[in-house]
């Protein structure tokens, strides 16, 4: 499915760019990036059950459903996936307070693992798939 391959890339992408903007110092816009890597790639997971979300909880709430509870992936994924999305709202939105270094520098760190593990379950999905 070529939509999954480009959803991979766009969750990569975003990856390259977290990391481009937390070198410069910009750590709203690195949490924002991390979440979103994180957010294209479960719609791509989604996808692989036939199933969309009209809203970023929805996202989350299928995952949760159909990829958590069932066991395909560990519950910390969930949890990375929640907490990523909170702090995204802090770096899209919030105003008088920002996200830290550390926060920034953390969540990348999660982000990329997060990307990786799902993209090697797209990846063997799409093998069989052919």
Avoid: P
């Avoid at 957010?39 to 929805?58: C, N, R, Y």
Wanted: glycine share 6%; aromatic share 12%; net charge negative.
């Amino acid at each position: 499915m070529n939509e999954i391959n480009d959803f991979i890339t766009k969750a990569e992408r975003f990856l390259e760019t977290a990391n481009l903007t937390l070198n410069s110092g910009d750590y709203d816009s690195c949490v924002s990036r991390c979440y979103y890597s994180m957010f294209i790639i479960t719609e791509a997971v989604l996808l692989t059950k036939d199933l969309k979300a009209s809203s970023h909880k929805g996202v989350i709430s299928l995952f949760g459903e159909h990829f958590i509870k069932s066991g395909i992936f560990d519950k910390k994924f969930g949890k990375d996936l929640n907490d990523a999305f909170d702090k995204r709202l802090i770096g899209d939105y919030g105003v008088g307070f920002s996200a830290t270094e550390e926060d920034a520098n953390g969540l990348l760190n999660i982000a990329i693992n997060y990307v990786q593990i799902l993209k090697e379950y797209l990846n063997k999905w799409l093998e069989k798939e052919k």
